[in-house]
Nanobody, 125 residues
Framework: QLQASGGGLVQAGDSLTLSCAAS????????MGWFRQAPGKDRDFVAA????????YYADSAKGRFTISRDNAKNTVLLQMNSLKPEDTAVYYC????????????????????WGQGTQVTVSS
């Protein structure tokens, strides 16, 4: 199971940190990711990180502003979001790819087999 938290209402330029707590068979997780979905739009990739070790990945819209990190001791993945813009407004979802489901890719929502419930981020101008 994945439990996302940390969303809220902030002003443009502010920072916010989202947290995703994983429970259950965390040993089977290969990749953890964050996606976001604005009203009427597709669920878009934001960032991803290998559960054990390796490079992080970011959407162009997140590069330089967002940082994804993990705390394996706490089974948690964080998304630090700085310099927030109104266009960052969306429901943010954390997701995981298990070893049985992993195809070698991590960019599309269909490549993830576990999802959290989503947390709303609203950035006012």
């Amino acid at each position: 199971q994945l439990q996302a938290s940390g969303g809220g209402l902030v002003q443009a330029g502010d920072s916010l940190t989202l947290s995703c707590a994983a429970s259950g068979r965390t040993s089977s997780i290969v990749i953890m990711g964050w996606f976001r979905q604005a009203p009427g739009k597709d669920r878009d990739f934001v960032a991803a990180i290998p559960w054990s070790a390796g490079s992080t990945y970011y959407a162009d819209s997140a590069k330089g502003r967002f940082t994804i990190s993990r705390d394996n001791a706490k089974n948690t993945v964080l998304l630090q979001m700085n310099s927030l813009k109104p266009e960052d407004t969306a429901v943010y979802y954390c997701a995981a790819v298990s070893d049985n489901y992993y195809s070698g890719s991590w960019y599309y929502a269909y490549e993830y087999d576990f999802w959290g419930q989503g947390t709303q981020v609203t950035v006012s101008s």
